[in-house]
């Protein structure tokens, strides 16, 4: 995404250089005041998996492309790394590839094979709603292409394939999609970090990677995406900007962030499902924009969680791990993923673990005012997640 000043040089506010199609606003009033955000059940069937976890089945798959049977031997993949971004996903890519038990993709980093061919292109064109099955298999035999798997035998049994695509969570179109792709249930694992954190390193990133001018500050980057998310109808008008809220911050207690009331934010009085559909129309509004890669919008979690929750969750196939846990002790870690990705007592390879942990920790940090804005976003969707995926996420990061 490229920005510019807007021509009023007075509040120096970066915009989005692309075109401001808005989504009608039809939830609630334009007024501040708000009851928050509701569940609309008791439990949303999220099934945190714990041990002793079941063991990875390897099974091959028969399906037909014009009459003649295509017989992939390995069933790949199965564990799928979805996000979030900047919450550790590279670290945790970097010591799969290390164990000897692991088979990555042929592409280094990011594989976007859902991206590109399901949410891009047969999505689109509506077959995959069918389930067409003869497309379905060549999608599948060129999805496990995608993998450097070249064992056979009982060699096998203590390998997986693993894939990490952290965009992959923000669509809320492939869950489903992935569920008629692979009926043999490949596993989920997904990584939360402290949304603003997460922003700020993702800011940091793409300053580092001259995606922004060097000058550039995360203040500006939050003014011009406060300002895209009202103009898309995520916020309603009323909510103020960061520089609005160092104006009249008095007016707000910072320690009681909980009280949706009184806050700057102006959110629509919907249930979980709804915030999640205009998460969606949001991001629909975004696709085939270069670079439109909100840096705030990737921190609502439990919007877009809650498909892949619905689709994976009930079964125990998705894992959910927190970014601070990751960093305070790798190895332990380390140990649950390839436990939860069905290798009984994977062994411990002997290797380096001075892993570069890319973004974990930095000599600058958010200013204390911007924290206490973006706490004040984040905390009514941070509430959402204890009765999404479980009370282990209740409060978080309130201390932050």
Not at 328 to 340: A, K
């Amino acid at each position: 995404m490229k920005y510019k000043l807007n021509g009023n040089a007075a509040n120096n506010r970066m915009t989005p250089s692309y075109s401001s199609t808005s989504i009608k606003h039809v939830f609630g009033s334009n007024s501040r005041s708000s009851k928050g955000i509701a569940h609309s059940r008791r439990s949303y069937g999220y099934h945190s998996p714990r041990p002793p976890y079941a063991p990875l089945v390897h099974v091959s798959h028969n399906c037909t492309i014009s009459d003649e049977e295509v017989h992939i031997p390995v069933a790949l993949p199965h564990l799928i790394l979805i996000g979030a971004q900047k919450a550790g996903t590279g670290t945790i890519k970097t010591m799969m590839k290390q164990r000897p038990e692991v088979v990555c993709t042929k592409i280094p980093n990011e594989l976007r094979f859902l991206d590109e061919e399901v949410v891009m292109k047969a999505l689109p064109d509506g077959w995959l709603n069918e389930t067409d099955e003869e497309r379905l298999c060549v999608l599948r035999k060129r999805y496990a292409e995608k993998f450097l798997w070249k064992t056979d035998g009982e060699e096998q049994k203590m390998r997986i394939a693993f894939e990490k695509t952290p965009s992959y969570m923000m669509r809320p179109t492939i869950p489903h999609a992935l569920d008629a792709l692979c009926p043999w249930k490949p596993r989920i694992l997904v990584t939360l970090r402290n949304p603003a954190e997460r922003a700020f390193s993702q800011f940091s990133m793409n300053v580092k990677q001259e995606l922004l001018p060097q000058n550039t500050t995360f203040e500006q980057i939050v003014e011009a995406e406060i300002d895209q998310l009202i103009q898309r109808g995520f916020l309603k008008e009323g909510t103020l900007s960061l520089s609005e809220y160092e104006k009249r911050r008095d007016e707000f207690d910072s320690n009681n962030v909980s009280d949706k009331n009184l806050s700057p934010f102006a959110l629509h009085d919907v249930t979980l499902e709804e915030y999640a559909e205009i998460a969606s129309k949001v991001l629909k509004l975004t696709e085939g924009i270069r670079g439109a890669n909100f840096m705030l919008f990737r921190g609502f979690y439990a919007l877009q969680l809650l498909p892949w929750v619905e689709t994976f969750g009930p079964d125990e196939q998705m894992m959910i791990l927190r970014f601070e846990d990751l960093t305070d002790n790798q190895t332990d870690v380390e140990e649950r993923i390839l436990s939860f990705a069905g290798l009984d007592n994977p062994p411990i390879a002997d290797r380096k673990r001075d892993i570069k942990r890319n973004g974990f920790r930095g000599d600058a940090e958010i200013s204390p005012i911007t924290k206490e804005y973006l706490k004040w976003l984040y905390q009514p969707f941070n509430d959402l997640l204890p009765t999404l995926i479980g009370d282990e996420w209740r409060g978080v990061w309130d201390e932050w």
